[in-house]
């Protein structure tokens, strides 16, 4: 082992997107809350990234290098990314040298790249997460000497070259387990009504936003019906403006965000959730136990995102619509209909909570004390 000091040290990674950060900060609020030391605990990621930003708003020690996704096809571009993930790797030895982690723990992303080189050189025990159905390629390649991998699905053990899987589920947030529907409604200021929830992720979703505009035209204003709609930072001003254009200021029943970063709030709100297929928003999805209507972004690496959706739809826990069928018409039909369905919300509603792990958290962080005693 690389650390023989007597307190441990923990490494944690894992960024680009939510579905990558949450469950990282979710682990480490899970170590604090064991008796870590917050000094003993570092978040690897790169300073320009949303794992930044959300790091700082915790309070956790950052260490920043600069790693990039990984060019599909060899030409120069590829040859600057391996020179670039050279410099990460040895800005990642740095750290090492400097803290001496006792375990690595990385929650997939080509940021996890640079530091699990390292460890696996220089045989520092390390544990993986990885949330989707197909495990990305970060988490394939370094599965084999893992002390342990830990996945959301049972279907993502066949694609990993290790025997020490664990199906754990996704880490979600503690507030999911402790804030009622009522005290979450309260929280946003939101009537006692039946809530639509839009989100697109927390880079947003165009197809998303331009398809829900028909939604709010129809219900805008409605006593009986409060919206919640996360438009991602890059669509914020283009979606306000359409709206404004539409009804000059903002209905009294629309909550409107580029992100937000309570999303357990908004989600304990909910009735109806229309989102993408990400794996942290299905977790959370199912920790709140909502029925959903998915729409897989259809660019994501071995569209894993529609295999996701898939899944859910196949054990009746969920909708889907095709990023290429998505349209105004379609989501609205697709909204209105499951409104008027109260046995179809229940039983997508039931289905959704049934596949929800609360203790994934905790079973991970089992699995990370392991690797450090071995």
């Excluded at 490494?11 to 682990?27: D, K, L």
């Excluded at 927390?202 to 709010?216: C, M």
């Excluded at 805008?220 to 979606?239: C, L, R």
């Excluded at 409104?339 to 596949?355: E, I, P, T």
């Amino acid at each position: 082992m690389f650390n023989n000091k007597k307190e441990k040290v923990y490494f944690i990674t894992g960024g680009g997107t939510g579905g990558h950060i949450y469950p990282a900060v979710a682990i480490i609020n899970e170590l604090k809350k064991e008796g870590v030391d917050n000094k003993n605990i570092f978040y690897l990621g790169n300073k320009k990234n949303l794992e930044y930003e959300i790091a700082q708003k915790y309070g956790f020690n950052f260490l920043s290098y600069s790693a990039k996704g990984m060019p599909r096809k060899f030409t120069f571009k590829f040859i600057i990314w391996m020179f670039g993930l050279f410099v990460s790797c040895l800005k990642a030895l740095q750290y090492v040298f400097k803290y001496q982690p006792s375990v690595v723990f990385a929650t997939g992303g080509y940021i996890c790249a640079p530091i699990l080189f390292c460890a696996l050189i220089l045989r520092i025990p390390y544990v993986l997460h990885d949330s989707d159905i197909q495990p990305g390629i970060v988490t394939r390649f370094f599965s084999k000497s893992a002390k342990s991998v830990s996945v959301s699905f049972d279907e993502a053990k066949k694609y990993l070259n290790t025997n020490r899987v664990f199906v754990n589920g996704n880490p979600v947030r503690q507030e999911f387990m402790n804030i009622s529907k009522k005290q979450a409604r309260e929280e946003l200021s939101l009537k006692d009504a039946f809530t639509i929830l839009i989100m697109g992720g927390s880079l947003g979703a165009r197809t998303i936003n331009n398809s829900s505009f028909k939604i709010l035209k129809e219900y805008a204003n409605k006593e009986n019906i409060e919206i919640i709609w996360q438009t991602g930072k890059k669509n914020f001003d283009e979606v306000t403006k359409k709206i404004l254009e539409e009804f000059q200021v903002l209905p009294d029943n629309l909550v409107l965000q580029p992100f937000i970063e309570k999303m357990y709030l908004a989600l304990l709100s909910s009735d109806l959730v229309v989102s993408r297929a990400g794996s942290l928003s299905l977790s959370e999805i199912c920790a709140s136990s909502l029925p959903s209507i998915l729409i897989p972004y259809p660019y994501a690496s071995c569209d894993h995102q529609k295999k996701n959706a898939m899944n859910f739809v196949e054990n009746h826990a969920a909708i889907m619509i095709e990023d290429k069928d998505c349209n105004s018409e379609t989501l609205f039909e697709a909204v209105d209909s499951l409104m008027n369905d109260k046995k179809l919300l229940s039983d997508l509603s039931y289905n959704a909570y049934k596949r929800a792990k609360l203790n994934a958290s905790i079973e991970i962080v089992k699995q990370i004390n392991k690797a450090v005693e071995k």
